[in-house]
């Protein structure tokens, strides 16, 4: 179980948009596995991964390697303060929670690890 009570919150609301969308119920999924297996992924990845308009959902923590050439939207659980700045240039950056009240569809948005 998790102790940090934030978590915790943000893993019981994507259960409970989760029984509509199936997305919501394996991002919670993943963020209910311990810290140690937590995602990291690098912004290079994103860009070469992510087509122009989807969403980048990362379920762990963005780290700054590479640059954005597309204008995206990228999700995740955390960033590093380089990475955040480099795909605010482009595109957005913002947290899971955010996603899911903007998105709650879960419309063009791909899964990275």
């Known amino acids: 179980m998790k102790t940090n ?5 943000l893993i019981a609301e994507l259960k409970i948009a989760g029984k509509d969308v199936p997305l919501w119920k ?4 993943e963020l209910e596995k311990s810290t140690r297996s937590y995602v990291s992924v690098n912004i290079s990845k994103i860009d070469k991964v992510i087509r122009e308009g989807e969403i980048a959902i990362i379920p762990g923590k963005v780290l700054s390697l ?3 050439s597309k204008k995206t ?3 995740a659980f955390k960033f590093s303060e380089s990475a955040k700045a480099k795909i605010n240039e482009k595109g957005q950056a ?3 929670q ?3 009240k ?3 569809k879960g419309k063009k948005v791909r899964i990275l690890k």
């Open 94 to 96: 913002i947290t899971i």
């Open 26 to 29: 394996r991002i919670a999924s």
């Open 66 to 68: 590479g640059s954005l």
């Open 102 to 104: 903007s998105n709650p």
């Open 5 to 9: 009570l934030a978590t915790r919150k």
């Open 98 to 100: 955010e996603l899911v």
């Open 73 to 75: 939207t990228v999700a």
